[in-house]
C-alpha cells in the first residue's frame, strides 16, 4: 500500500490564483480530512468526510471547497488564494467503524501565497 | 469545544536522559482518546502513543510512556533514554469516542536533544 499520498509537494501561488491539493489513500478508509498547519498554532481541521459523497466543515473551512466523489480521493480547493493561507496542508484518513483507530498522514503540502 | 494546551514552546534534554513533555485539556465529556504524535523535520506525522480514557492504566510504548490523570485533564509523555532520532515537534491532540474523528492538536513542543 502507497498509504496517503498528497501532490504537490509545494506550491506557490498569487493572489487570487485557484488550484486544487490532490489528496489519495489505497486503505479503502471511510474516513478523510484536511488540516492546515501554522507556526505556533498546531493542526487545525478544515474540512472532513466520512464517506463517499458527504462532506462537512472544521474549525477552518473558510476559502475552502471540497468533494468527496470516490472512497479513495479528497481533494481541496482553493477557489481564490490569499496570504492567509499560506500554509503546510496535511491529508488523513482511518478506518471509521474500528473503535480506537489510527489516522493516517500525507506527508504535507507547502503551499505559499504571494 | 475540545482545546488542548502545550504550553512548553520547547524543552531540550541530555542524550540518554529522561524528558517529560506537558499537556492539558479541556473536555466535557467523559469517553474519548487521547495522542501523542511526533514531526520530524521530514514533515511525516507519526503516532506515538495513545490512551484511551476509560482506561485507568497509562500506556506505554516501548521508551515512551504517558502519564494520564483523568481528573486533572493532563495527559504527559515522557520519553525515557532519549536518543537523537527523538529530536521532533510533538504534538497532543484529542478526539471524542463520538461522532467524527475529528483530532483537535495542541500547539506542539520542539524537542531537542543534546549529544
Known amino acids: 500500500n502507497a498509504g496517503v499520498t498528497q501532490t504537490p509537494k509545494f506550491q506557490v501561488l498569487k493572489t487570487g490564483q485557484s488550484m486544487t491539493l490532490q489528496c489519495a489513500q489505497d486503505m479503502n478508509h471511510e474516513y478523510m480530512s484536511w488540516y492546515r498547519q501554522d507556526p505556533g498554532m498546531g493542526l487545525r481541521l478544515i474540512h472532513y468526510s466520512v464517506g463517499a459523497g458527504i462532506t462537512d466543515q472544521g474549525e477552518v473551512p473558510n476559502g475552502y471547497n471540497v468533494s468527496r466523489s470516490t472512497t479513495e480521493d479528497f481533494p481541496l480547493r482553493l477557489l481564490s488564494a490569499a496570504p492567509s493561507q499560506t500554509s503546510v496542508y496535511f491529508c488523513?484518513?482511518?478506518?471509521?467503524?474500528?473503535?480506537?483507530?489510527?489516522?493516517?498522514f500525507g506527508p504535507g503540502t507547502r503551499l505559499t501565497v504571494l | 469545544a475540545q482545546t488542548v494546551t502545550q504550553s512548553q514552546p520547547e524543552m531540550s534534554v541530555q542524550e540518554a536522559e529522561t524528558v517529560t513533555l506537558s499537556c492539558t485539556y479541556d473536555?466535557?465529556?467523559?469517553?474519548?482518546?487521547l495522542f501523542w504524535y511526533k514531526q520530524p523535520p521530514s514533515r511525516q506525522m507519526i503516532l506515538v502513543i495513545r490512551q484511551e480514557a476509560y482506561k485507568q492504566q497509562n500506556a506505554t510504548e516501548n521508551r515512551f510512556s504517558v502519564n494520564f490523570q483523568k481528573a486533572a485533564k493532563s495527559f504527559s509523555l515522557k520519553i525515557s533514554d532519549s536518543q537523537l532520532g527523538d529530536a521532533a515537534m510533538y504534538f497532543c491532540?484529542?478526539?471524542?469516542?463520538?461522532?467524527?474523528?475529528?483530532?483537535?492538536f495542541g500547539q506542539g513542543t520542539r524537542l531537542t536533544i543534546n549529544p
Open positions: 473536555t466535557s465529556e467523559s469517553d474519548y482518546y
Open positions: 488523513a484518513s482511518s478506518l471509521r467503524l474500528v473503535r480506537d483507530n489510527e489516522q493516517f
Open positions: 491532540a484529542y478526539r471524542s469516542r463520538q461522532g467524527a474523528q475529528k483530532l483537535v
